[in-house]
């Protein structure tokens, strides 16, 4: 799926807004020795994503992330449900 730079962006802000109701905070970070991940720390739930990852990293590590859990009972607009799936 070839997706411009404002879709990408629309798709993004979308993405950190799903998964801030899912309790998970977005952080951008500089890293040196990882790239980006999942981690709880002191009960709370943090998705680290490198500041130096490429759109299309950022995605697929939202993607990677919300990929298994179940959001049949979260409205998302279509894109967002099309991107997820994959589709």
Known sequence: MSM?????MYLL??????VSRLDIRVRYEQL?????GLCM???AAYLII??????EEKLEIFRRVLS????????????????????
């Open 32 to 36: 040196t020795d990882a790239r980006s």
């Open 13 to 18: 802000k979308e993405l950190e807004m799903l």
């Open 50 to 55: 490198a500041t130096d990852a490429t759109m």
């Open 4 to 8: 411009d730079v404002q879709e990408q």
């Open 41 to 43: 720390l002191k009960g």
């Open 68 to 87: 298994g859990r179940d959001l049949s009972n979260i409205y998302l607009p279509p894109a967002v449900r099309e991107f997820l799936s994959g589709a």
